[in-house]
């Protein structure tokens, strides 16, 4: 089995054409680039880089960040902790179902870290991992029936409650994206 985290262990993109091979990549990169927003707040360093190539607004400064991230998204205290199965109806998906997903492709999360197997990250990570193999029928399935079902939801939920820019501009980041890849899809 692969390790799902800290990134997605991949074998080599398949060759198609070296237009399709670029934006595959491209995409593949931003989600494991979104995957990030919610495993830890960022330091200094990614801070700053975040600011300058999303072109964010916000100029909260790290410590007001990292505050807001532990009040947010950490298991269990956070008020808006990033777990599907939090925010999917009764009897919807969730963590038993996008484990089974995982482990049908032959992916496991690494024991060391401590994230459930629904953590936005992870399957955000998850996504880039089918984008990178050209499994496009399961990257469509798994956009569908697990992250449109509750990450835009969940990003709108986030931009009400954060209390700083940055977790807003980065929660409609997220959601715009979402759409987005939701939208070439059904064209």
């Given at each position: 089995?692969?390790?799902?985290?800290p990134l997605l262990t991949t074998n080599a993109v398949s060759r198609l054409d070296m237009n399709l091979e670029t934006d595959n990549q491209e995409?593949?990169?931003?989600?494991?680039?979104?995957?990030?927003?919610?495993?830890?707040?960022?330091?200094?360093?990614?801070?700053?880089?975040?600011?300058?190539?999303?072109?964010?607004?916000?100029?909260?400064?790290?410590?007001?960040?990292?505050?807001?991230?532990?009040?947010?998204?950490?298991?269990?205290?956070?008020?808006?902790?990033?777990?599907?199965?939090?925010?999917?109806?009764?009897?919807?998906?969730?963590?038993?179902?996008?484990?089974?997903?995982?482990?049908?492709?032959?992916?496991?999360?690494?024991?060391?870290?401590?994230?459930?197997?629904?953590?936005?990250?992870?399957?955000?990570?998850?996504?880039?991992?089918l984008i990178e193999n050209g499994k496009t029928e399961m990257e469509k399935k798994f956009l569908v029936q697990h992250l449109m079902n509750w990450?835009?939801?969940?990003?709108?939920?986030?931009?009400?409650?954060?209390?700083?820019?940055?977790?807003?501009?980065?929660?409609?980041?997220?959601?715009?994206?979402?759409?987005?890849?939701?939208?070439?899809?059904?064209?």
């Amino acid at each position: 089995m692969h390790a799902l985290l800290p990134l997605l262990t991949t074998n080599a993109v398949s060759r198609l054409d070296m237009n399709l091979e670029t934006d595959n990549q491209e995409r593949a990169e931003a989600y494991r680039v979104l995957a990030q927003f919610f495993l830890a707040p960022p330091d200094e360093e990614a801070l700053a880089a975040i600011r300058q190539d999303f072109s964010l607004d916000a100029q909260e400064p790290i410590d007001v960040i990292t505050e807001e991230f532990n009040k947010l998204f950490l298991y269990p205290q956070g008020r808006i902790v990033p777990l599907e199965s939090l925010f999917t109806p009764a009897g919807g998906t969730g963590y038993t179902d996008v484990a089974s997903v995982y482990a049908g492709s032959d992916l496991a999360i690494d024991d060391s870290y401590a994230v459930a197997p629904d953590h936005i990250s992870v399957e955000l990570l998850f996504m880039s991992y089918l984008i990178e193999n050209g499994k496009t029928e399961m990257e469509k399935k798994f956009l569908v029936q697990h992250l449109m079902n509750w990450v835009p939801y969940y990003c709108e939920e986030v931009t009400r409650q954060a209390t700083t820019f940055f977790y807003r501009e980065i929660a409609d980041m997220v959601k715009d994206f979402l759409i987005s890849e939701y939208d070439a899809y059904i064209r």
